[in-house]
């Protein structure tokens, strides 16, 4: 059975998919929110297997939400606009787009779709990270380096090559930002721009969209400024 969490600020809308999905054996919905903000703070805490998400939303709309998710579960969007599709299926996350109102058989597919999906985010977690090691050993000059994950506290995005910023040295290696976030610990280590991710840890002050990270300032786009507010212990 799939967990399903569904979030949409119309009243209507999530009443229509909430009987959907109850009258479907496969599927339970665990909560549901008028806002994309309420559901990250619920997915801090849980994890869900698919999400019924509008587009259209104030403030946080849809594709900032899943730009702000660390390891996103199976998405299926719902909206009254047909011009996001392209957008929509950039996101390797995004099974679906269903166009409102939606109909029963439509919608019936769409599950369809996601129930053939072969891996559900506990399983793409498990093969992508593990997050009880210490160590990332990176390619330099033909030579494996090993580096102390809690050392680095900065990465940033060099074109072809990533900047890794540690304790003891910098470390420029060809990558990219999407391979090496996947081997970080979540717990850790955050996105907070398309270019740089930061350990948490080293965060020394925060001043409108951007944070201090040791002697350097480094940005925190839009998208992502929630989810580091989420983790924050605010006072």
Known sequence: M?????????????LIINQFCSNDSRLEVVDQFPSAIEGMKFLNQEEVDLIFLDIHMPNFNGFDFIQALKNPPKIILTTSDKNFAIEAFEYDCVIDYLVKPIELNRFQKSIEKASKRTLSKKADVSTTKDDSQDDLYVNIDRRLVKIDLPSIYLIEAKGDYILIKTDAKNYTVHSTMKKIENKLPAHLFLKIHRSFIINTNEIIDIEDNSVLIRKDVVPVSRSNRTELMTRLNLL
């Open 2 to 14: 799939m967990k399903c969490l569904i979030i949409d600020d119309d009243a209507t809308a999530r």
